[in-house]
């Protein structure tokens, strides 16, 4: 095992403990009666810490499955002959499978259900997000970022997203990849009812 690796691990673990302690005190105390000391007194770190991961509370409360850079790479990293709205699925799928195994993901899904005047902040972050899938997009289709088609393209995937994650409930069927693909599966039948 490299040093390398073994220090990678290590961020990401006190990453993933400052995220479940911000999003439990969240959950139990409410979002306004938590301080940065107490998510670091609960997570075993200082502040400092803390601020070389995060920039506030709110962004360890809503630190994304879905990045700019992760929705980047992975446009880039799909056939090229492939429809903007397949690609975008395909990467929504990826990176919620991935983030499906993290328990501080459905348990943020939960908190948003307990306080749901958290969705204008999560909607906030998610904007850098769906900028870079707007320049992706733009990019593959040579067509300009705001073009009709481009986003029509990314709003109607960005849609199909919010509306998949707000029909989850963390630990039930059907978990939130197949409440995408469905959501994904609608825009392509033309939002054609079901029978």
């Avoid at 673990?13 to 999003?23: D, S, W």
């Avoid at 609960?42 to 502040?47: E, H, L, N, Q, R």
């Avoid at 397949?86 to 993901?105: C, G, I, M, W």
Wanted: hydrophobic share 45%; aromatic share 8%; glycine share 6%.
């Amino acid at each position: 095992m490299t040093k390398a690796g073994l220090r990678e691990r290590k961020k990401e673990a006190t990453r993933q403990a400052i995220r479940a302690a911000a999003v439990a005190l969240y959950r139990s105390r409410g979002p306004h009666e938590v301080t940065v000391d107490q998510i670091c007194a609960k997570a075993g770190v200082s502040a400092r810490t803390f601020f070389n991961y995060f920039d506030s509370k709110e962004a360890a409360v809503f630190s994304l499955a879905l990045t700019p850079d992760g929705v980047r790479s992975g446009v880039a990293a799909r056939p090229a002959s492939e429809r903007p709205l397949a690609t975008l699925r395909a990467v929504f799928t990826e990176r919620f499978t991935e983030a499906s195994a993290d328990p501080t993901f459905g348990e943020r899904a939960l908190m948003l259900r307990e306080y749901p005047e958290l969705w204008g902040r999560l909607a906030h972050v998610n904007k850098l997000v769906e900028e870079a899938a707007l320049e992706s997009i733009a990019a593959r289709t040579g067509l300009a970022v705001d073009d009709l088609y481009v986003r029509l393209t990314v709003e109607a995937a960005f849609a199909a997203n919010r509306a998949a994650f707000k029909c989850w409930y963390p630990g039930s069927d059907p978990d939130l990849v197949v409440l995408l693909n469905q959501a994904m599966d609608a825009l392509d039948s033309g939002l054609e009812p079901p029978a």
